[in-house]
């Protein structure tokens, strides 16, 4: 672990300030999906099926459908982008772009673009995270205050979902490989996380299950956090984050620098 840490350096920032760069010359193309995307879903889920059901009890509340959807799909985002950074978008670099190779040619070490690519998935969940949370406040969703409060939970999270993808994307074979994990952890994630119906409404094996989500963590604290009931249980499930996020960061770099070295 030492000989890991040791070999971390200021230079990850290069990492990142490349990554950002290439955002902003692409930035039209970057920016559209995370604005339409919770546009979508706010439309298809909260309007059309919140038509239908018209409250959700919630923490000992009644919340409208759209109320009790917002948060949750903020955390959505946050994974989705997170995620998907660096796995695909980070193989590609790694493999197809050889952008890892021509930076592995400088003074960078391994570790150093490693942690730029995580730091860098994180900062995509955090702007996700923000575009979500600014729309939600539009609608009325969200109170901008909670919102302000939550920026930096996106990161945090964000750093969470970026090392659970940086340690797939350091054992998968090819590419394609990249459907098992999707299928078979995020889109779980996803549906039984609670960001559409309370947990509460899973039979007695699946909360137990859910409970043990990443984005059951997230779902909990953004809500808590929008709903003024952040309580203990929000800040064990916070800090649970924090941990996943420095064993991963860790482990994705073990994994990839062993991968690597072959």
Known sequence: MRKILKNISWRAWRVWQRHFDVYKAT???????????????????????????KDVPYGGKMLTYLQFLAPGLAATAVMNHGFFETTYSSFV??????????MLSTPLMLED?????IVWGATKSF????????IACVWGLIPLRAALIMLPVTFL???????????????VRDIEMFNFPVFLFVTPMFLFSGV???????????QYTAHLLPLTFLVSVMRGITFGDFGWLQTAELLALLVIAA???????VLMKKRLLK
């Open 27 to 53: 930035w039209k193309v970057n920016f559209i999906p995370p604005v339409l995307e919770p546009l979508l879903y706010l439309v298809a889920f909260g309007v059309g099926l919140g038509s239908m059901v």
């Open 93 to 102: 670099r790694m493999y197809y772009q050889r952008t890892w190779a021509a």
């Open 113 to 117: 673009v490693i942690l730029g690519e």
């Open 127 to 134: 702007f996700a995270g923000a575009i979500m949370l600014s």
């Open 157 to 171: 999270a964000g750093m969470t979902f970026s090392g659970l993808g940086i340690c797939f994307t350091a054992v």
């Open 196 to 206: 559409f119906f309370p947990i509460q409404s899973l039979p007695p094996w699946a």
């Open 247 to 253: 064993v991963t960061v860790y482990l994705g770099m």
